[in-house]
C-alpha cells in the first residue's frame, strides 16, 4: 500500500467550557492516500468538522488536542505555529459551508486571489495577475478579467464558492477539506460544483475530504467513507461497501431514514432518540441508547474498531452480519 | 371534487430599486407571477424549486400573510377575508403555518406547554385547565412526553421543538397546514421522525398540507402532487411519483438529475450558470437561458402551463417534440 499522505492517530479533542470539560473527538483514526477522495459522514455534533479544525490547528485555545495528525511522517500536532502555516494553503487546503463569510467582503476578489498567491507561492505583480486569471478560469468562472474587479456581494454564492475554491487551489494543495462545501448552494448549483471538483481532482491528483451530513453528495463524490457518530468513528469502509453493505447500526439507520427519489415509496425507518449533547455522553458505546439491537454491554465498554473485511471497520460489539439490517426488525423504528 | 383551497393567478411584485443608491431606477421583482394552485382535503401539495422562485411567498400569499398584487384565494370557495377582520381570524384557526427554524418560531421565555395552549387563549373560551388538558392531548399525538409541559425550548432538541410547533398549530383543528421547509434544519436521523409525524397526522386527522421544500426526496415520500416552481411560475405539475420518475419540462428534469443519490448513477443534465436576477426576469420563458433546449420562440413568448397527454401540466413550448426526449 502506499504510504499516507495524511493519518490521523487517536485524535482527541477536548473543549474546556467554565471548568467543565467536553470531548467534541474522541480517539479518530485515520489515513488518506494521496490523491484519494473521503468522504466524512455525520450528524450536527459528529465531531466531523471539528476533526480537520484541530488537524490543521485552526481551533481557538481552549481546545485541547491530544493525539497525531502527521502529513507525509511529520507530526502537526504540537508543532510550532511556523511549520503550521507552511501546511495551511500550501499542503492542505480547506473550504467551508459560507463562502461568502470567508471572503473579506471589503476586497476585490482579484486581490483576495493575488494575496492568497504571494502568500503561499511567492509571486508578484503581473505573475499573480496572470495566475489569478487562470485560476478563475479553472474553476469555470466566466468573464474571469471583469470578475477579478468585483467584490464578494457582487457574486452569487455559487460564484463565491468558486471563487473559494481557486483561493484553495491557489497554494497547489495536496489535500482539499471540503467541510459542507454545497450545503448552502442550491440543487442545480450544487451539482456544477461537485462536478468541477471531480475536474479538478481529475486535473491535479489532488486529495479531498469532503465533509457531507448529505449521503448523497459522499456516495457520489468518494471513493471510500468514514462515519461518525457524538465524536467517534463508528464504520469505515469504500463507498460501494459502505452504501451496499453498511454493518454499523448506526450507519444503516442513516441509510434507512433516507427518502428515495425513485422506486416505491414507503415508511422510512427513523432512529428514535437524539444525538447526545457533548457534555454528557453516554458510557459504553454511544449509540447504545438508540441502538435497536443494543445488549447489556454495550451501555458497558466502548467497542473497539474491528476489522470486518477488505479495508471495512466497524466498531460495534454486536458484528450485525452482512445483508441484514437491524432497522428491518419488526418496531424497531418507533 | 372541490377543493378545499383554491389559488388562481396569483401575483406579488415588490417595487425595489434596480442596482445602488437613492437615484438607481425603479424596478419591479416579480416574487410570484401567476401562480394558480387547488389543495384537497386531506391531501399534500408539495412546493419544489431553488431560492428565489417565489415557493415561500406562495405559502404567504395563500395564508394571506402577504397580500397578493392579483389574483385571488378561495377557501372552500370562499374568497379569503380581508387581514385582521374577525373573519380572517376566524379562518386563521383552520389554516396553519410550519416554518423552518422551531426557535425562531417559539418564545424563549414561556414554557413550551403554554405556548401550544396561547392558540385556545385567542381563538376559544376556555378555562386554563381544560387549555391545558387539550395541550397535554396535542402533545401526546405529536410524541412528546407529560413532563415536556414545563420545558424552555432551549432545553428540547430541535426535533422535539418542531414537533412542540407542530402541537401548537394543531390546537386549533386546521384542516390545512403550510409548512415551509419544516425539515430542513433537523439532522438526518430526525428528519425521518419528523416526516412519519406527519404522514400519521394526516392519516389520523386528515389535514392537507401544502408542503414547501427544496429537498426533492423528502417532498416525494410526503406529497400525492408536487408543484415545480421557477421564477415566480410553475413549470410543472402532477402526481408525485410519476413527476419524479419522468420529469418533463427541462428544468424539472435538471433539478431531479441534480439531486445526489446513493446507488447507481444517473445521467446528469448539468445547467450552466445561476438562475436570473428576478428583478430582470429574462423575456419569453424565464428559463431559456439556462435551457439546452431552447429556441427563438422561447426567447420570445412565455410558454402558458398547459396539461399534456397523462393530465401533468407543462409550461414549455417544446414538450411535444420527440427530438427533446433524445437529447438528454
Known sequence: MVAPLVALRGLSVDFENGGRSSRAVDGISLEIAPGEALGIVGESGSGKSVTWLAALGLLPGRARVSGSVRLEGHELVGAPAATLEQVRGRRIAMIFQDPSSCLNPVHRIGWQLVEALRLHRGLDGRASQAEALRLLDQVGIADARRRLHDYPHHLSGGLNQRVMIAMALAGQPDLLVADEPTTALDATIQAQILALLGGIRRDTGMALVLISHDLGVVAENVDRVAVMYAGRLVEEAPGADLFGAARHPYTQGLLAALPSLTGPRHRLAAIPGTVPDPWNVPAGCRFAPRCPVAEARCAGTAPPARSIGFRHVSACHRQVEAGFSVWALPRAAE | ???????????????????????????????????????????????????????????????????????????????????????????????????????????????????????????????????????????????????????????????????????????????????????????????????????????????????????????????????????????????????????????????????????????????????????????GCAFHTRCPFATAECRAEVPALQPSADGRLVACHRIHEPALKVAA
Not at chain 2, 399525538?141 to 424552555?152: I, T
Request: proline share 7%; aromatic share 4%.
Open chain 2, 1 to 283: 371534487m372541490n377543493a378545499l383551497l383554491e389559488a388562481s393567478d396569483l401575483r406579488r411584485h415588490y417595487q425595489v430599486r434596480a442596482g445602488q443608491g437613492l437615484l438607481a431606477a425603479r424596478a419591479t421583482l416579480r416574487a410570484v407571477d401567476g401562480v394558480s394552485l387547488a389543495l384537497h382535503a386531506g391531501r399534500t401539495l408539495g412546493l419544489v424549486g431553488e431560492s428565489g422562485c417565489g415557493k415561500s411567498t406562495t405559502g404567504k400569499l395563500v395564508l394571506g400573510l402577504v397580500p397578493p398584487s392579483a389574483g385571488t384565494v378561495r377557501y372552500r370557495g370562499e374568497a379569503l377575508p380581508s387581514v385582521g377582520t374577525p373573519a380572517w381570524r376566524a379562518l386563521r384557526r383552520r389554516i396553519q403555518m410550519v416554518y423552518q427554524d422551531p426557535l425562531g418560531a417559539l418564545d424563549r421565555r414561556l414554557p413550551v406547554g403554554r405556548q401550544i395552549e396561547e392558540p385556545l387563549a385567542i381563538h376559544e373560551e376556555t378555562t386554563p385547565a381544560e387549555r391545558r388538558e387539550r395541550a397535554l392531548a396535542a402533545m401526546d399525538s405529536v410524541g412528546l412526553q407529560p413532563h415536556q409541559y414545563g420545558r424552555y425550548p432551549h432545553e428540547l432538541s430541535g426535533g422535539q421543538r418542531q414537533r412542540v410547533v407542530l402541537a401548537r398549530a394543531l390546537m386549533t383543528g386546521p384542516d390545512l397546514l403550510v409548512c415551509d421547509e419544516p425539515i430542513s434544519a433537523l439532522d438526518v436521523s430526525i428528519q425521518a421522525q419528523v416526516v412519519n409525524l406527519l404522514l400519521d397526522l394526516q392519516e389520523r386527522l386528515g389535514i392537507a398540507y401544502l408542503f414547501i421544500s427544496h429537498d426533492l426526496k423528502v417532498v416525494r415520500q410526503v406529497s400525492h402532487d408536487v408543484a415545480v416552481m421557477y421564477l415566480g411560475r410553475v413549470v410543472e405539475q402532477g402526481e408525485a411519483e410519476s413527476l419524479f420518475a419522468a420529469p418533463a419540462h427541462p428544468y424539472t428534469r435538471a433539478l431531479v438529475s441534480a439531486i445526489p443519490t446513493i446507488g447507481p448513477r444517473r445521467e446528469r443534465l448539468l445547467l450552466q450558470g445561476d438562475p436570473p436576477n428576478p428583478v430582470n426576469v429574462p423575456p
